[in-house]
């Protein structure tokens, strides 16, 4: 007589055999309404001076491309649950592209900013509080390493001197298109829930 395993199914045949038990299967993934909670980690790490776990601009800017490209398909075959999840998703990636479009803006109106160069490295973990940046990060003349744009918005205003490159990634095109069309879909979406 035998027995069948199904899955999730466990059996111990000899438990005294056993040393440990190990439950380490685990799934890794993430809805929507996880990105404000990722941007707050990411943060605290940052003032922890730890590196982060995950790369969350990274992942949050691959995300919210992803959304972009199949709304552009027009695939509007959602469940409901899936629209607040992409809800949090534009919300978060708007909130994250505000802050890069002011830090470079209060940067260049400084005149501590030289020039713009294309970013093809990725995520790059600045050398001071190793937040990861992979949007824009500045080369600041004070400190020879890359720094995030929090840190050189700091550099800038304490010392006229330094001369600083912002390296931004090369799709900073296609971001700043679907941040355009996020804040008219919130918009209208904050209008629609309001009324």
Known sequence: MGYLLQYSDSNCIF?????GFNCGEAVNFAIGDWFPLGAVAS??????????????EELLCKEAMLLYTSL???DSDYSSADLVSHNWIKAS????????????????????????LPNTNGTILCTL??????????NCSCDLHPVCLRHGMICS????DNIQNIS??????????????FIIVL?????????
């Open 15 to 19: 438990p005294c055999l056993f040393v």
């Open 168 to 181: 931004l990634l090369s799709m900073i095109s296609h971001f700043q298109l679907s941040y355009n069309h």
């Open 129 to 138: 509080c190793r937040l990861d940046c992979y949007v824009a990060f500045l």
């Open 93 to 116: 990636f708007v909130k994250l592209m505000r802050f890069h479009h002011r830090a470079r803006w209060s940067i260049m109106k400084s005149r501590a900013c030289t020039g713009l």
């Open 187 to 195: 918009v209208a979406l904050s209008r629609f829930q309001f009324t």
């Open 43 to 56: 943060w605290r790490y940052a003032l922890l001076n730890r590196v982060p776990l995950l790369p969350h």
């Open 72 to 74: 552009e398909l027009e």
């Open 157 to 160: 205003i304490s010392s006229m």
